[in-house]
């Protein structure tokens, strides 16, 4: 076996790796569009706030303190204490309920039995308004996030699969945070199985994505149902933007894994939880491999921007609901 | 009293199915054109025409275009940016390639070209419906801008990667260029704009555009009394992509000038002109240039306040902006879908009964 073969593998695995970061963003998608039909474009603005929240928590950081500031002339800006990392997450976690109870008390109660594209449309008015309010709140400079996931390469599987190659192969280089990344995200699914499954809410969330109407005349209150439904989504960016955070630092550039996602989505089928898993691990090797093989040596690179748009798209013009999603029935 | 159809009597087809139908209509359509054509020109200085006027018509022209592809045939595009992309790159090409042509061949050209990736890309459409089509416009937007950013030949192996418009006149006034002078651009823009918009009007009108809203309304019967969705489809793609190629092309020789792909036509203009076509109201062509204005003049008028008036700093202003907009948008869903050309048929339908209310 050459190099070549075991640096390819590499690239393989850690595809892999950034495939389970994507699914992870594509499942708060398929929650929210199971369950109340939205395509909600402002899930990465979400995962890009509750980022935000997190570290100014964490550091203390006076609110809107860059507001204050020039209303009244004052120069406040921490308030000098440092919570511990998982306090902050239940905070953040507490803020990203509240935020579902506004969405559903404030946008989506006034825009039921509107066109979907309506509520797409609300849902990016939401990502801008977001967007600005998370700057507007915490400060729009690139932010550090630690929450004391190891980071960089990990040693030991460095180190034990070295003897897989030759003289010039010093074992697969896999970064730690990515594999934390992928054992959280594996949770997540599992929790979010057990939860649809096994609990009350969790069969009255799968009633609600069955038949809206049919779960309204058996009694389940659509409203609250919403808000459960955020809240997780809500979950899901917390664990999606910790994890981005802690890779790349916490910045606008996060609110675009969001785009990312959508190939994904298409890839797997808008309503299939196992879709976005596999949509998103298809999409993940598929775009590292066709950057290693075709992209970086024949098409001068940076194809990740596009070629899981075209992946998907050529896939969707064989398989139009995508691999796992409901069989289209169409009637006059 | 003043808006009404009583006492205006037809006699003849030609009068029957004129594009205003109403006397008032027609009297405040001329009058408008009058005063763009006649006064504008003459009062109009750069900041008006940079910070206003010009990104007004513009966008109007890609909102139009959205609207067809979005409003009449009911496909969702995200793809606008990029098609914008293709327009003022071809506009480049052409541009450099051929000193001699005129600026109102070129742009038009240019429309032609977007026209034909517009069809290609709107191939997917006749097997993916809804979301799913959203989402793969997206592949357009994404791909045509690594494209125009990776391949030197669209950008003439310019070290820095941008494209400069050269200079062109008009009957001996140059319109693009650094020696611009407000009045001429701002008439070139203007010629553009009100032949594409009356174009537009009648197309929608007429058998094409009755297609189209079948399609929209519901393909599969449209498909049952004869509507071939395929050419439906495309032609609404093609046609789409021409305003949108042309409005692309005025916005890179007419407006900015020089381009650098990323940021000028990223995913960030495809979402504006939408919003502008949500705003406006799907399915008007009044709306879509109520929508562009709106669009255009509310950043304008937030930064003359919040950075003029109350002296913040230009981020600070630059969050609030991105909020208020945000807002606005979700308050303007919930208060009219329709948008501002709903609220304009209200006004209408106020104005035909006044002064009495039943």
């Given amino acids: ?14 595809g892999l790796m950034t495939g389970v970061l994507y699914s992870l963003v594509a499942l708060g998608f398929v929650l929210i569009f199971k369950s109340s039909g939205i395509f909600n474009y402002a899930q990465g603005v979400m995962a890009l706030f509750a980022a935000l929240t997190l570290v100014g928590l964490q550091d203390g950081q006076v609110p809107f303190a860059h507001l204050i500031n020039s209303i009244f002339g004052t120069q406040v800006h921490h308030f000098g204490w440092h919570l511990p990392a998982l306090l902050a997450i239940l905070l953040t976690a507490g803020v990203m309920v509240v935020l579902a109870i506004l969405v559903e008390r404030y946008i989506l109660r006034h825009l039921v039995n509107q066109p979907d594209i309506i509520l797409f449309m609300a849902t990016i008015g939401m990502a801008y308004f977001m967007e600005g309010f998370g700057d507007l709140m915490w400060g729009s400079e690139i932010k550090k996030l630690d929450v004391g996931i190891p980071q960089g390469g990990n040693f030991w599987i460095e180190e034990n699969t070295a003897f897989l190659g030759g003289e010039d192969f010093y074992g697969f280089y896999l970064d730690s945070l990515d594999i934390v990344a992928a054992v959280f995200a594996g949770l997540l699914v599992l929790s979010l199985v057990l939860f649809s499954q096994y ?5 009255a969330l799968r009633a609600v994505a069955d038949d809206h109407q049919a779960a309204l005349s058996v009694g389940i209150s659509l409203r609250f149902i919403w808000v459960v439904v955020w809240s997780i989504a809500g979950f899901i960016a917390l664990v999606a933007g910790i994890m981005w955070g802690s890779k790349s630092g916490v910045q606008f550039s996060l609110s675009l894994i969001a785009l990312k996602a959508l190939p994904v989505l298409m890839l797997g089928g808008f309503t299939s939880i196992p879709g976005a898993i596999v949509g998103g691990l298809i999409i993940g090797v598929g775009e590292k491999m066709f950057e290693f093989l075709i992209g970086a040596p024949f098409l001068g690179g940076a194809t990740e921007n596009w070629f899981a748009y075209m992946l998907a798209l050529l896939f969707l013009v064989f398989r139009p609901q995508g691999l796992f999603g409901d069989k289209i029935i169409e009637r006059v | 009293m003043f808006y009404r159809e009583a006492g205006d009597f037809k006699t003849s087809y030609a009068d029957d199915s004129q594009t ?36 007004f018509l513009i966008y109007s022209v890609a909102a139009i275009g959205l609207n067809i592809l979005t409003g009449y045939c009911g496909q969702v595009s995200l793809g606008s940016g990029g098609f914008m992309a293709v327009g003022a790159y071809a506009c480049y090409k052409f541009m450099t390639s051929f000193p001699g042509m005129d600026i109102f061949s070129v742009i038009l050209l240019s429309g032609f070209v977007t026209a034909a990736v517009g069809i290609l890309f709107g191939l997917p459409s006749l097997r993916i419906k809804g979301f799913y089509l959203a989402v793969a416009t997206l592949a357009a937007q994404f791909f045509l801008v690594w494209l125009f950013n990776k391949v030197p030949w669209f950008y003439n192996y310019s070290a820095s990667g941008q494209i400069n418009a050269p200079e062109r006149t008009v009957f001996g006034y140059a319109v693009t260029g650094a020696e611009t002078q407000a009045w001429a651009v701002y008439l070139v823009a203007l010629i553009f704009v009100v032949v594409l918009a009356v174009v537009a009007r009648n197309l929608t009108r007429g058998s094409l555009g009755r297609k189209w809203m079948a399609i929209r309304d519901m393909d599969i019967a449209a498909e049952i009394i004869g509507v071939n969705p395929m050419t439906a489809k495309l032609s609404a793609f093609a046609i789409s992509s021409f305003y949108v190629g042309i409005s692309g092309a005025m916005f890179f020789v007419l407006y900015l000038g020089a381009v650098e792909v990323g940021e000028a036509f990223g995913i960030s203009k495809s979402f504006i002109i939408l919003f502008m076509v949500i705003i406006g109201g799907l399915g008007s062509i009044f709306g879509s240039f109520a929508g562009a204005a709106f669009m255009v003049l509310m950043p304008v008028l937030l930064k003359n306040i919040m950075v003029g008036q109350l002296g913040w700093a230009t981020d600070l202003a630059a969050h609030f902006e991105f909020v208020i907009v945000g807002g606005l948008i979700i308050v303007f869903l919930i208060l009219e879908p329709h948008g501002l050309a709903q609220l304009w048929r209200l006004a209408k339908e106020k104005l035909r009964l006044w002064p009495f209310p039943h």
């Fill in chain 1, 1 to 14: 076996m050459s190099a070549g073969f075991y640096f390819g593998a590499e690239v393989f695995i850690n």
């Fill in chain 1, 199 to 203: 609990t009350k809410t969790g069969r």
């Fill in chain 2, 20 to 55: 205003f139908p109403i006397k008032f209509d027609r009297y405040r359509y001329w009058a408008v054109l009058a005063f763009a054509f006649l006064v504008v020109p003459f009062i109009i200085n750069d900041y008006w025409l940079n910070a206003v006027v010009l990104p």
